[in-house]
């Protein structure tokens, strides 16, 4: 399924993920918390803002404490561009969080070190995949990507990660299969050993 319009093909989320966001209390619309990401690359601090989009900092918030990227490949790489992930290790934990929340207007933009969720041309369709902006992407404000925080720390190593597969990796796959079709088919990427919230404020 195309996930975009030509302009807008290389950010993209899983087919599972279009849909109709599901009814959810309304999110905190303050405080900020950081995020460190253990990655095979090495540390990776991120700096979320509530005010940028709470509907996205709730639920990336909820994802670092539940343990879900844990483990988690980063899955899609495109130099100058983004680095893209969002499935979890275990195909069942991928699916239990397979729900969607609302949009949130872009208050910031995607610039260098920017994190925002993936999503498709749907309305309201994102979910658990996220992206780091590798490059000036401000065309993506247009587009309705808001992004949650950005990298304070560790930019040099998310610069690093495997970006030789480029986009081959299978998305219904990783999906259904989950790490045992990545490390077969690609053994070489780059994941998040353990992400967790190391500090926040209200």
């Known amino acids: 399924m195309n996930r975009f319009s030509t302009v807008a093909a290389l950010v993209l989320a899983f087919a599972c993920c279009i849909g109709a966001?599901?009814?959810?209390?309304?999110?905190?619309?303050?405080?900020?918390?950081?995020?460190?990401?253990?990655?095979?690359r090495g540390p990776v601090v991120i700096d979320v803002d509530r005010r940028l989009a709470p509907h996205g900092a709730q639920r990336f918030y909820q994802l670092v404490k539940a343990k879900y990227f844990d483990g988690?490949?980063?899955y899609r790489v495109v130099p100058g561009f983004v680095v893209q992930?969002?499935?979890?290790?275990?195909?069942a934990v991928t699916k239990k969080w397979d729900t969607t929340i609302p949009d949130d207007?872009?208050?910031?933009?995607?610039?260098?070190?920017?994190?925002?969720?993936a999503a498709t041309s749907e309305p309201n369709s994102r979910s658990t995949h996220l992206f780091i902006n590798l490059g000036d992407n401000a065309r993506l404000d247009g587009m309705g990507f808001a992004p949650i925080g950005r990298v304070t720390s560790g930019m040099q190593n998310v610069d690093h990660i495997y970006s030789g597969y480029g986009e081959q990796p299978d998305q219904d796959k990783i999906a259904s299969q989950g790490n045992a079709y990545l490390k077969k088919e690609f053994p070489r990427l780059d994941y998040i050993k353990t992400a967790r919230i190391v500090s926040e404020s209200r």
């Open 21 to 40: 966001a599901k009814e959810a209390p309304q999110p905190s619309a303050s405080g900020t918390y950081r995020v460190l990401f253990d990655t095979s």
């Open 72 to 74: 988690a490949r980063f």
């Open 85 to 91: 992930w969002g499935a979890a290790a275990n195909p």
């Open 105 to 117: 207007p872009p208050k910031a933009s995607n610039t260098r070190g920017m994190v925002s969720f």
